[in-house]
C-alpha cells in the first residue's frame, strides 16, 4: 500500500538555523511526491513538488529530491527565517485512479529569532 | 473566489445531530476531495468525485458519513448522528482532473467539535 512516514515534531530552530525534515514513503508504483505547508490561521498549501527520481523540487528557498533508492524525500533549507514557522507535511500521489494524496502526520517547526 | 472556500469554518455540534459541511472547489476543477484531520494527525482521506463518475467513497470511515456534489461544482459531506471521535478539522481540496502531478488546491477546513 501507500504510505508516508515523516519526521515527529515538533521541532524548534533559531534563525538560520539549517533545517532538514526527514520523509520517507512506501508506495506500490512510481509515486509523485509533495511537501504541502500549513502557516498558522491558514489552509494547507503546495511548497514543492517532484514527480519522478532525481527530480529536485525547490521553491522558498525549500529543497527535497525525490531519491528512490533510499524512497526518501527529505525536506531542506539552509537558513530558516521566523516566517517560516509552519506545519510541513509530507504527501504522495500515487498517480493511479484518484490520485489521491496520501499525508504524513506533519511536523511543527518554530522558528525564533 | 479564486481559491478554494469551504463553510462554516468553526461548527460546534451535539452528539448526536448530524451536520452539513459545504465545499467550492476552483472553477473549473473536474476533481474534488474531501479529507480529516484529527487533532495532531494526517490528513485521512474521505472521499473522491472526478466529474460525472460515481465517486471512490472507500475512505469513508462509516455509513454515517455521506458526500454529494452537484455537476462539478459545490459538494457537501454530511455527517448523521454525531460522535465525539468526529471532532475534526474536515478538508476540501480541488484539481484539475487526472493532472499528471496530481497537485490539489486546499481550502480553509471546517473545524467540527461534537461535545
Known amino acids: 500500500g501507500n504510505s508516508v512516514t515523516q519526521m515527529e515534531g515538533p521541532v524548534t530552530l533559531s534563525e538560520e538555523a539549517f533545517l532538514t525534515i526527514n520523509c520517507t514513503y512506501t508506495a506500490t508504483g512510481y509515486p509523485s511526491l509533495f511537501w504541502y505547508v500549513q502557516y498558522p490561521g491558514e489552509g494547507l498549501q503546495l511548497l514543492l513538488k517532484a514527480t519522478k527520481a532525481d527530480d529536485k523540487g525547490s521553491n522558498k528557498g525549500f529543497e527535497a529530491t525525490y531519491r528512490k533508492e533510499t524512497t526518501s524525500f527529505h525536506l531542506e533549507k539552509g537558513s530558516v527565517q521566523v516566517s517560516d514557522s509552519a506545519v510541513y507535511f509530507c504527501a504522495l500521489s500515487d498517480q493511479t485512479g484518484a490520485n489521491n494524496l496520501f499525508f504524513g502526520t506533519g511536523t511543527r517547526l518554530t522558528v525564533i529569532p | 473566489g479564486a481559491g478554494v472556500s469551504q463553510s462554516p469554518s468553526n461548527k460546534v455540534t451535539e452528539k448526536g445531530k448530524d451536520v452539513e459541511l459545504r465545499c467550492d472547489p476552483i472553477s473549473g476543477h473536474t476533481a474534488l476531495y474531501w479529507y480529516r484531520q484529527r487533532l495532531g494527525q494526517g490528513l485521512e482521506f474521505l472521499i473522491y468525485f472526478q466529474g460525472n463518475s460515481a465517486p471512490d467513497k472507500s475512505g469513508l470511515p462509516s455509513d454515517r458519513f455521506s458526500a454529494e456534489r452537484t455537476g462539478e461544482s459545490v459538494s457537501t459531506l454530511t455527517i448523521q448522528r454525531t460522535q465525539q471521535e468526529d471532532s475534526a478539522v474536515y478538508l476540501c481540496?480541488?484539481?484539475?482532473?487526472?493532472?499528471?502531478?496530481?497537485?490539489?488546491?486546499f481550502g480553509p477546513g471546517t473545524r467540527l467539535t461534537v461535545l
Open positions: 481540496a480541488s484539481s484539475p482532473g487526472l493532472a499528471e502531478t496530481g497537485e490539489q488546491f
